[in-house]
């Protein structure tokens, strides 16, 4: 019996030994994405993509703010004399549509914009990631962490000119 116990406190040392001979070789890296991905040129097209966008939103509410300022300045006027009682009723439908219409528009112009957004950005963060991985490969690097996400860590390399490189983005 002590026989089998010295035995696998023996194998259990040697692969214990092996772990962390194994842990010490790995190759430690971290990057910035926040840094990286506002640095490539496909970042600053999107971007000026996106603020194109939001100001042509922020144009569409205006027009639908003056187009429904308009409509209810005619229902409050004297002119409304010249419609007949169904007529008066349908404008102030149309008014009460627009209005909801108006008040619901920030919401869905919010969520059209974090569509485009996600349209835009989420292939640049791809092609990131992707040269990330391809510089840890070619480096040797193990692990890769985001430098925004450590508090405390080990020496590792900072791997942001090595992909900034990698992706020929000078600076």
Do not use: C, H
Not at 3 to 13: A, C, D, N, R
Not at 64 to 73: A, L, R, W, Y
Not at 88 to 113: F, H, N, P, T
Not at 129 to 149: I, Q, R, S, W
């Amino acid at each position: 019996m002590k026989k089998i116990v010295t035995i696998v406190v023996v194998v259990m040392g040697l692969v214990l030994a092996g772990n962390s001979t194994k842990a010490q070789g790995n190759k430690i890296g971290y990057i910035s994405l926040q840094e990286l991905i506002p640095a490539m040129p496909e970042y600053k097209k999107a971007d000026t993509a996106l603020n194109d966008y939001q100001n042509a939103l922020a144009q569409n509410f205006e027009d639908m703010k003056k187009e429904f300022q308009e409509k209810d300045s005619l229902l409050n006027s004297k002119d409304t004399a010249k419609y007949t009682k169904s007529q008066l009723e349908l404008k102030k439908r149309e008014l009460s549509e627009m209005y909801v219409k108006l008040q619901g528009w920030q919401q869905q112009a919010q969520q059209m914009y974090q569509q485009k957004q996600q349209d835009l950005i989420q292939p640049i963060q791809k092609k990131a990631v992707d040269a990330v991985n391809t510089v840890a490969k070619e480096n040797g690097f193990t692990y890769v962490l985001t430098k925004e996400a450590l508090l405390v860590s080990p020496p590792a390399e900072d791997l942001l000119p090595l992909v900034k490189k990698k992706l020929g983005i000078v600076k």
